[in-house]
């Protein structure tokens, strides 16, 4: 039965609500002004948005001339994931770094930095902490975002910096509700299914989103995956059991739950992003983000119009959207307020940081200090005085990390000790032979000089450690950078996990290498 509906006007203010779209540049299309006029109340930006921190801010500012509310949300995390530094690397350690210091006035500076740089250009919605327990080795898409595999390490860790980031008028989005951190499989391709109990989930997954509420984390992301204890029929993002039973009802959680990227192929190819969209929101989610693949008015009106439609055909409650777009238009309010706090000569008030007009330089603050503390060095070697061999086993990038973004030390490295060389390798194969080849292309390279072998997630990529494997055998004097998980034994002269690819930890190797700071 079709039940009485606002009006058009109504409804379609409340459609444009909830969503989250991107757009491609770096100045706002007229569409995207248009339509803010119209109701939209948030924007998402990608590294392809932003080019400097002036330009950002001039963006920001342009957005907000046509609405003073917006929400301008960033998938900033640090470490492997960011935009704001897409171009050079971060100037913050990620997660696993801090977890590996597990220091909690550091995660929470760290996060107060970030989030501080992120307000002066205007940004105020923050994607990211990611709140996932690595529990499986083998995660494709989590590794080093997450703060570990320990759960009660996770959840301080991610209370500390949901606290950090929000006292710098940030809003943070706690995720991926309720843990992608036991997944083999990465959401962006396909749907993840995890088989574990309900114990399971109790005991290691929920914890920390338990400590982001506690803390109080302004929104909170869904996951893309299947989790069968819960919900055996719909993913997470679709899933009244989880997003209103669990999230709200019994975490009480009463913030706006956003969701993953509904391109994300879990989505996408399974129940297309207009039904996703609609399924989503009735079952409790309130802010729709969609932009990192499809970024155009025409994606944006295709979701506003199939949200229209449903509350029309009486399939979504148009009760229901209209909480999910008041709860949108309440984050967007405390940003208001916040800001409007962190005005000169306002008194500090809840979510701002003092201080807020100073600026720290790239790579002199807390996120060289933080990516410092988290190198784990194993083995001994005089320090280098001499240009190296820099050897780069570079794995396919997963889609949240992206490939734009430079990582290593040889950039490093080339600072300290001009003339330093570098090459890159890679392989799909895991036949002894093939690896054998590609130590046998490095060595030939690398000549007499020493051979530092960086590496990212080696206990994931046979050919990776393989070939390894056989630089070491020939080169035993090979230094061995690993800036993913460490997840097998130390090997090399020297062995150096960063806990990350950002590039501080690029520079704190780096340091270690040859024994010297600048």
Not at 373 to 393: C, D, K, M, N
Request: proline share 5%.
């Amino acid at each position: 039965m079709t039940t009485l509906v606002s009006s058009t006007d109504t409804l379609t203010r409340d459609a444009l609500a909830v969503l989250q779209p991107g757009f491609l540049g770096t100045t706002a299309p007229d569409w995207l002004l248009r339509r803010l006029g119209e109701g939209l109340s948030s924007v998402g930006l990608f590294g392809r948005n932003i080019t400097s921190p002036e330009q950002l801010a001039a963006l920001t500012e342009r957005l907000r001339a046509e609405r003073d509310d917006v929400l301008v949300a960033i998938d900033e995390e640090g470490g492997d994931v960011t935009r704001l530094e897409v171009g050079h690397g971060s100037s913050f350690p990620g997660n696993y770094a801090l977890g590996a210091v597990d220091d909690v006035d550091l995660t929470r500076a760290v996060a107060r930095e970030l989030g501080r740089r992120l307000a002066e250009c205007g940004v105020n919605l923050n994607w990211a902490p990611s709140a996932d327990v690595n529990s499986n080795q083998d995660n494709p898409v989590i590794g080093v975002r997450s703060f570990g595999a320990d759960t009660a390490l996770v959840a301080r860790h991610t209370a500390a910096y949901v606290e950090g980031l929000q006292s710098a008028g940030v809003a943070a989005c706690t995720k991926h509700f309720p843990g992608h951190g036991d997944t083999s499989m990465d959401s962006h391709h396909a749907m993840p299914r995890i088989d574990v109990d309900l114990d399971t989930v109790n005991a290691r997954d929920l914890l920390p989103f338990r400590a982001a509420i506690a803390a109080g984390s302004k929104s909170v992301m869904s996951a893309h995956i299947l989790l069968p204890a819960l919900d055996p029929e719909r993913p997470a993002t679709l899933s009244p059991r989880i997003l209103t039973g669990l999230l709200r009802e019994e975490l009480g959680f009463q913030g706006p739950i956003v969701t993953d990227g509904m391109e994300m192929r879990a989505i996408a190819s399974t129940y297309g992003i207009e039904r996703g969209s609609v399924l989503a929101i009735a079952a409790g989610a309130d802010a729709i983000c969609v932009g990192g693949g499809l970024a155009d008015e025409e994606t944006v009106l295709r979701l506003r119009d199939a949200l229209v439609a449903a509350v029309r055909n009486g399939e979504l409650p148009e009760e229901r959207l209209a909480d999910a777009a008041a709860r949108v238009r309440g984050l967007a309010d405390w940003t208001l307020r916040v800001r409007g706090a962190s005005e000169p000569g306002a008194d500090s008030q809840e979510g701002t940081a003092p201080g807020t007009a100073s600026t720290l330089a790239p790579d002199t603050g807390i996120g060289l200090v933080a990516a410092r503390r988290a190198v784990r060095v194993t083995g001994s070697a005089e320090p280098l005085t001499e240009a190296p061999y820099v050897a780069a086993f570079t794995p396919v990038a997963n889609i949240a990390v992206g490939d734009e973004t430079p990582w290593g030390v040889a950039a490093e490295l080339g600072r300290l000790l001009p003339g330093t060389e570098t090459g890159s390798y890679s392989g799909a194969g895991t036949a002894g032979a093939e690896a054998a080849a590609l130590a046998g292309e490095l060595l030939a390279a690398a000549g007499d000089r020493t051979i530092v072998a960086v590496v990212r997630d080696a206990h994931r990529h046979r050919w990776m450690s393989d070939a390894l494997d056989a630089v070491l055998a020939a080169r035993p004097d090979t230094v061995v950078v690993e800036m993913g998980v460490n997840g097998a034994e130390p090997r090399g002269a020297l062995h150096i996990a960063t806990h990350g690819a950002a590039r501080v930890c690029g520079r704190a190797a780096a340091e270690v290498i040859t024994g010297r700071r600048e």
